[in-house]
Nanobody
Framework: QVQLVESGGGLVQPGGSLRLSCAAS????????MAWYRQAPGKERELIAG???????NYADSVKGRFTISRDNAKNTVYLVMNSLKPEDTAVYYC?????????WGQGTQVTVSS
């Protein structure tokens, strides 16, 4: 059974930082590209960062320079470090594992940026 479990969300003030984690089980983690998406109220889910099995990364323009995605294949975990957070970063953040026709989602973790 495949499971992706996100953690690390919460309430943070503007300008603050958070680190999200997504622990995977039930898959050969190193074979999967991993990605972080987010969905704000009333908006579509959007891709914000991705990382291949070999570590190549890509980012949405809205988070480039502020967010960093990384992975630890030994721990089957992908991370998202979020710096200089803005109120518009408020959303539910989801991780996704992707390989060919297979893809899996986590349950999401809420991030709220507010003073």
């Amino acid at each position: 059974q495949v499971q992706l479990v996100e953690s690390g969300g919460g309430l943070v003030q503007p300008g603050g930082s958070l680190r999200l984690s997504c622990a995977a089980s039930g898959i050969i983690f190193s074979s999967y590209a991993m990605a972080w998406y987010r969905q704000a109220p009333g908006k579509e889910r959007e891709l914000i960062a991705g990382i291949t099995g070999s570590g190549r990364t890509n980012y949405a323009d809205s988070v480039k320079g502020r967010f960093t995605i990384s992975r630890d294949n030994a721990k089957n975990t992908v991370y998202l470090v979020m710096n200089s957070l803005k109120p518009e970063d408020t959303a539910v953040y989801y991780c996704r594992a992707e390989m060919a026709l297979y893809n899996y989602w986590g349950q999401g973790t809420q991030v709220t940026v507010s003073s």
